[in-house]
């Protein structure tokens, strides 16, 4: 049982393979506020979410003929926009090490001390902190509302492993926010 998407029109996708420009308009405004839903908790700049779901539905075009009709299209969608995340993630994160190695007049620029944050702002950077393997199934877990078994398929995992990853992932928050070491800085 899919989360809260309304029945899919197989029909669409075949018209989608055959070319039909006003098929893929339906696609995009049928699951562009899911995928913008799943980006953002990857992303939070608009223009970042914005672009990123824009790679998503070229990539869901470009393979389009991949899609077999009676397949679950929004779980294959959903793994499309996953795998865009991380991959962008990845780039995001080769990037700012070459800055740190290359660049620390650059990346120096933010020694100001920043404002202390409020609880709620504690939880989001020991979020953004989290390694990706650990947030991304946690986030659609608790923000999503996923079950085990379609984060395993969204994220092309065991529903073992995602039980494994959830647990690390409210283990480490938990040491971040609340164990001892979560004060030391």
Request: glycine share 6%.
């Amino acid at each position: 049982m899919t989360y809260g998407i309304m029945e899919f029109d197989r029909e669409l996708i075949v018209r989608a393979q055959a070319g039909d420009r006003s098929a893929h308009e339906t696609i995009v405004n049928q699951f562009s506020s899911m995928v913008f839903r799943l980006v953002s908790r990857f992303f939070r700049t608009r223009e970042d979410v914005e672009d990123i779901a824009q790679d998503v539905f070229l990539k869901v075009f470009a393979r389009i003929d991949q899609v077999h009709p009676d397949e679950n299209f929004p779980g294959w969608l959903a793994r499309v926009t996953v795998n865009t995340c991380y991959d962008e993630l990845r780039k995001t994160r080769r990037r700012k090490v070459a800055l740190e190695t290359y660049g620390p007049e650059l990346s120096g620029v933010q020694t100001v001390a920043p404002q202390e944050p409020d609880s709620m702002g504690k939880a989001r950077l020991a979020l953004q902190k989290l390694d990706p393997k650990l947030r991304i199934p946690l986030m659609l877990k608790e923000v999503e509302e996923m079950s085990v078994e379609e984060i395993a398929k969204t994220m092309g995992l065991t529903q073992t492993n995602v039980k494994v990853r959830l647990f690390r992932a409210r283990k480490k928050l938990q040491a971040m926010l609340g164990g001892p070491e979560g004060n030391s800085k």
